[in-house]
């Protein structure tokens, strides 16, 4: 077991160089061409959607890792079209990104992982990002400014860029992790080892695909799989975790300090990405308990989350529980609805199954009207339980998505 403690740091992973310039395919004008490059192959692990519909890039990402074994050096993002939906042409355009990539960093082209977020159904013009490949190269730097800016390039409806760090001592050498990711709308990842959510991940430890692949699963699980903002799952998500090795400092598969920092950053990330979601007025954290299983208490949390009555109450602060009473009644788990109690922050609103006697709905009402808020639930039945993070529905979100396109 490796002597690890966590340790506070803001600072870049050794070994990994970014950069983000204008390829033309917002057209907004704004950089929308993000690339990290390896300075030597990073071991690599990742997971992606588990829509059926899957765009090109993750199609040809996934052959990719299987062919290099685990092994990246160049990871290339554009932002404004998510070149899915567009068949042969769509993936013969990603594999002459990845292929211009490769012979503008020097690897092979099954080295370079390619990530598309943006409009559904619109060819990708190769063309453009690959054109300003020279200029990627010129600019690339490991400094917080260059991962700055290839944060920004990869936002579409997001209205500010997400990054999150950590650093931790294993057997006395300093393990930096480093996180960015995009997301604000289509927000309700199903990542499985199989407007969008894009993520990734870099550390200078030295991991071994097998184990990176391990750690990332866990943290994946109790944070990008515990948000959801609208319920719609994209054809895009991507998580992406490489590990660079500078450091030297080897992290075995049992460290808890290296997982307990990756599952830090990833939990930070995914509520960035749900405090920024589109429209969004209400964050909201639900605590469900004595469910059956943990597996049935995120069901029941899935199915409130997804309620669009629950969420327009959110929007409006009404305290109006009883639609928490009927999602938790149609999720599908096995309940007594006479043992359900729930809570609003420290406020009880209901006791076996209904209101309390000192209901307080303007206390209530008062509470719901903050940015962020917790709301408790106690099925009564068992041990299982979940954290799980959404938020309300809103005329702006409406607006935001029915314009999209145009």
Excluded at 120 to 132: C, N, R, T, Y
Excluded at 250 to 262: I, R
Excluded at 265 to 274: E, N, P, Y
Excluded at 288 to 301: S, Y
């Amino acid at each position: 077991m490796n002597d690890s403690s966590l340790i506070p740091s803001e600072a870049l992973p050794l070994g990994f160089r970014f950069a983000a310039v204008k390829a033309g395919i917002k057209p907004s004008g704004k950089p929308d061409f993000a690339v990290a490059v390896a300075d030597k192959p990073a071991s690599a692990a990742a997971m992606f959607t588990g829509n059926r519909v899957v765009a090109a890039p993750i199609i040809v990402g996934r052959r990719h890792l299987a062919r290099s074994a685990g092994q990246v050096r160049v990871v290339a993002v554009n932002a404004g079209n998510a070149n899915c939906a567009t068949g042969q042409i769509g993936i013969e355009a990603c594999e002459r990104v990845c292929a211009a990539a490769a012979a503008t960093f020097q690897c092979e082209g099954h080295e370079v992982i390619p990530s598309s977020t943006g409009i559904i159904g619109v060819p990708l013009p190769a063309e453009k990002p690959i054109s300003v490949l020279p200029e990627v190269a010129a600019s690339l730097g490991a400094t917080s400014e260059r991962f700055a800016q290839f944060a920004r390039a990869i936002m579409t409806t997001d209205t500010k860029p997400k990054t999150a760090y950590a650093s931790l001592l294993v057997d006395g050498r300093t393990v930096r992790i480093a996180g960015v990711c995009k997301g604000a709308g289509m927000i309700h990842p199903q990542l499985v080892p199989h407007a969008t959510m894009l993520v990734y991940i870099f550390t200078d430890a030295a991991i071994a695909p097998a184990a990176l692949d391990a750690f990332l699963r866990q943290s994946v699980e109790v944070s990008f799989n515990r948000i959801s903002i609208d319920g719609d799952t994209s054809t895009n998500d991507t998580v992406l975790l490489l590990a660079s090795g500078v450091s030297g400092a080897a992290v075995n598969a049992d460290d808890k300090a290296f997982a307990a920092a990756l599952t830090q950053i990833c939990t930070s990330l995914a509520k960035q990405i749900v405090d920024d979601g589109e429209g969004v007025t209400h964050v909201v954290e639900l605590q469900i308990e004595g469910a059956p299983t943990d597996r049935d208490a995120l069901i029941v949390a899935k199915a409130i989350a997804h309620s669009p009555l629950v969420k327009t109450a959110w929007a409006g602060s009404d305290p109006n529980w009883g639609r928490l009473m009927a999602a938790t009644g149609y999720s599908g788990v096995a309940i007594d609805p006479d043992r359900i109690a729930i809570w609003f922050g420290d406020l009880q609103i209901c006791s076996n199954g209904g209101r309390v006697a000192n209901f307080d709905e303007a206390a209530a009402h008062a509470y719901l009207k903050q940015r962020e808020f917790t709301v408790r639930i106690d099925l009564g039945i068992g041990n299982g339980s979940c954290r799980f993070w959404t938020t309300d529905l809103t005329a702006e979100y409406v607006r935001i998505n029915a314009d999209y396109s145009s």
